[in-house]
């Protein structure tokens, strides 16, 4: 089976500041991995994603993202947050070892940027 | 995203009443996507469809029931709808095209209430 966990229900960062919005997952080979952010009254909007490859991914608007194998991680990273980076944030996870087609999503990470 | 639409934007509705949601694409996507957001539990699959004759269950499929009309079209039912589907509901594409795992494109989300 494949999941993933979000520990933090909310991040709470001043502007400026180096931000991360943790991400685990767990699945029984090796995981493709997203992040998508929901901005207010908005659907989704994709951020990034891990296939192969370097671990280091770099996405929209700044964001970047590590897979960590050993740690089974994909935290999401940002040097320097703004006000505007206030959002939801979802991580999601596809073990595409296992024949399942769809992704599974985190609950959610509220990100709040305090100016 | 304006190219995903979802109708209605805002449904209240009374217990035991047949409900449905639909979806319009106009990207020209084979796969579409019906997830519901309830707060803490982050978005959780219906159903899915990678093409017109191929629909899935997801890991929330009782009580829901599709039909994919068309490639652009993906409807959402309650036969009966009951209190605890008041939720925030999503309508997405992907192209399967190239990666197996390219982005998926979210719509602006029905919020269904069900008194």
């Known amino acids: 089976a494949q999941s993933v966990a979000q520990p933090e229900d909310q991040v709470n960062v001043a502007e400026g500041n180096p931000l991360t919005v943790k991400c685990t997952y767990s699945?029984?080979?090796?995981?493709?991995l997203f992040w998508y952010v929901q901005y207010p009254n908005r659907g989704l909007q994709f951020l990034l994603k891990?296939?192969?490859?370097?671990?280091l991914v770099k996405g929209s608007y700044g964001f970047e993202a590590e897979f960590n194998k050993s740690q089974t991680s994909f935290h999401l990273k940002k040097p320097s947050a703004l006000v505007s980076d206030s959002a939801l944030y979802f991580c999601?996870?596809?073990?595409?070892?296992?024949?399942?087609?769809?992704?599974?999503f985190g609950s959610g990470t509220r990100l709040q940027v305090q100016p | 995203d304006a190219d995903v639409t979802q109708t209605p934007r805002n449904r209240i509705t009374k217990t035991g009443k047949r409900i449905m949601l639909e979806c319009s694409q106009t990207?020209?996507?084979?796969?579409m996507y019906w997830y519901r957001q309830d707060p803490g539990l982050g978005l959780r699959l219906i159903y899915y469809?990678?093409?017109?004759?191929?629909?899935n269950k997801g890991e929330i499929s009782d009580g829901y029931s599709v039909s994919r009309q068309a490639q652009a079209k993906f409807s959402l039912s309650l036969e009966s709808a009951i209190p605890n589907q008041t939720a925030l509901y999503f309508c997405?594409?992907?192209?399967?095209?190239?990666?197996?795992?390219?982005?998926?494109?979210f719509g602006p989300g029905t919020r269904l209430t069900v008194l």
């Open positions: 997405a594409t992907s192209d399967p095209s190239g990666s197996p795992d390219n982005e998926q494109f």
């Open positions: 891990y296939i192969t490859g370097d671990n």
């Open positions: 990207k020209g996507h084979d796969r």
């Open positions: 699945v029984s080979g090796n995981p493709y």
């Open positions: 469809s990678f093409d017109v004759k191929d629909i």
């Open positions: 999601a996870v596809r073990d595409p070892n296992t024949g399942r087609r769809a992704l599974t």
